[in-house]
């Protein structure tokens, strides 16, 4: 998506402050929303992070709980059955609280776009690591045994994630692997509407 997804003005207008956040940040904010179709309702979009198949994911600031997050935005294309697969991925993984797990908190629509918030992880995608080696045979092991811990908890709460891949696990930059991108999740409690009987889910390479 090109662009900048399309906004209004923030409710409330209130930025970082001493003691909040750095000056730096405040300065980033404050010219964020100064552009046009930066302010989504409680959110000023920062900048991109990163994008897949169904939307893009922006660095913002939340006014109200004054906070950076990580909100992923439905990409304005997307058709009716993307939007219902980016609201389940939404509900699903809100109701998942794991130390590997990137946590999703709340779910919102600006107009025709849905859009959710999650924790911002900084760090680097498993793929990057691997493909640049820079990991040792001991940490990938740690990191695969939470990825592994953060699945196992996940099954338990009845949600089946689909598409593991190393691009949907970001390694922060303490070391701690956390899993992300509920896209493709189904809840166990009977098949999905919307996934065609024979439909091959996920990544071929990674099946």
Same mark, same amino acid.
């Given at each position: ?18 003691? #909040? ?114 990991? #040792? #045979? ?64 996920? #990544?071929?390479?990674?099946?």
């Amino acid at each position: 998506m090109s662009g900048h997804p399309p906004g209004g003005t923030s409710p409330s207008g209130r930025t970082p402050r001493p003691g #909040t956040a750095s000056a730096d940040l405040h300065a980033e904010v404050e010219a964020a929303r100064r552009k046009p179709g930066r302010s989504v309702g409680k959110l000023v979009i920062l900048n991109e992070i990163g994008r897949g198949g169904m939307g893009v994911v922006y660095r913002a600031w939340q006014d109200d709980l004054q906070r950076v997050v990580a909100v992923k935005m439905l990409s304005p294309e997307a058709n009716d059955t993307m939007r219902k697969r980016f609201l389940r991925e939404a509900r699903l993984a809100s109701r998942l609280r794991h130390p590997h797990i990137v946590a999703v908190h709340e779910l919102g629509e600006h107009g025709p776009r849905a859009w959710f918030t999650m924790d911002l992880i900084e760090g680097t995608g498993l793929d990057v690591l691997v493909k640049k080696r820079r990991l #040792t #045979t001991t940490q990938f092991m740690q990191i695969a045994g939470s990825v592994a811990k953060a699945l196992d908890y996940a099954h338990g709460e009845g949600v089946f994630h689909r598409d593991i891949k190393p691009s949907n696990v970001i390694v922060g930059a303490d070391g701690t692997a956390y899993l992300m991108d509920f896209g493709l999740a189904i809840e166990q409690a009977g098949a999905s509407k919307l996934t065609i009987s024979g439909m091959v889910m996920g #990544t071929p390479f990674y099946m």
